[in-house]
């Protein structure tokens, strides 16, 4: 039987929508900081199964969510391939950076061995999660990647890579085809351990123009969906392609992406075009969850008003704040849930 999730992803209308939040597992939640407390570092959490397992698992027992995300990280594959990584306190993560001599030297023999905790992750979450419940696996888009291998930190307008892709277009395709190749492999494990949708994260994909977009976000992404599709042919995909802007709809339509994940930034009404040919998710401002109060009601009322009537799964447009209270959590559920009777 489908979830509430994968009935919308395949076009069905549900009121209420289904809500999960992007970056559902973390500080804001107190047993998370206990858990990666015991783990002693965010990369021993992500690579320890049974604790990654225990904070998928954490919302969905506080909130009832109708989606678990794996816990992992986008870097865990760049790291994998062999490159540094390190995640410094209120910095994020720091990597050495990549010249075109390194791209070469990615280790894409053991790449998949050394993500294998993840799939041991899934198995584990899978066991324990109600079948309501989607469990949703994830990668980083290759563009998105490959800022954070070529900055070696995160960056605001990623300057390095939009550089290096004009300097070294050789070696950026190069960069982009591993990347395409070992994601792919990455998601077709995560979807036979158990994960009954996908997300890419493309976070970085507003930093590109328009000659850009087509090459480093939409072709790779397009490239990961077919193989996919080759092994899994119905497996719902979510594209989040962060600050497309107009883009979204070339995107939406050339990638073959199943759903639409929607930053706060994109106007309701161009939204609710793009959800005539595809379901939507989205796309509170997490500033809002944070605030509280009116803000956040009135955030929530807009986007159930002109998103509810089609195929929506409701979340943040980007992850949730560190310092989100959990009230106000628990308050943009129970607004999105109120209208029980109409389902
Ligand atoms: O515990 C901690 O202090 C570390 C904080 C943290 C967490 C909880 C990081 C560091 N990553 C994560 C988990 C994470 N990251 C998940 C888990 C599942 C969930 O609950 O949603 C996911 C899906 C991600 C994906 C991710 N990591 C993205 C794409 C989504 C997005 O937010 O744009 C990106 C860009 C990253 C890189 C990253 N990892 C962590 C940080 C702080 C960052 C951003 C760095 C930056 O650009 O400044």
Redesign the pocket.
Known sequence: MDTKLVKVIKGESLFPPPIWM??????YLPEYKHT?ETAGS?LKLCYTPVLAAEVTLQPIRRFGFDAA???????VVPHALGRDLR?EENQ??VMTPLTEKDIEKLDVINVIERLSPSFETIERVRSKLDDKISLIG?C?APW?VAT?MIAGH?TFDQASARLFSYFHPQAMNSLLECLIDVSVDYLLKQINAGADVIQI?D?WAGALDNISFERMCIQPVQRMVKKIRQIYPEIPIIGFP?GANLFYKDYAEKTGITALGLDWSVPLFFAERLQKDFPVQGNLDPMRLVAGGDALDCGVDAILAKLGKGPLIFNLG??IIPNTPIKHVEQMIKRVRRNQINN
């Open positions: 992007m970056r559902q597992a973390g500080r990666r965010f995300i794996l816990f992992s990280d986008i870097l995640f994020g993560p994830f980083g998105t954070y995160g994260f976070s962060r980007h992850g």
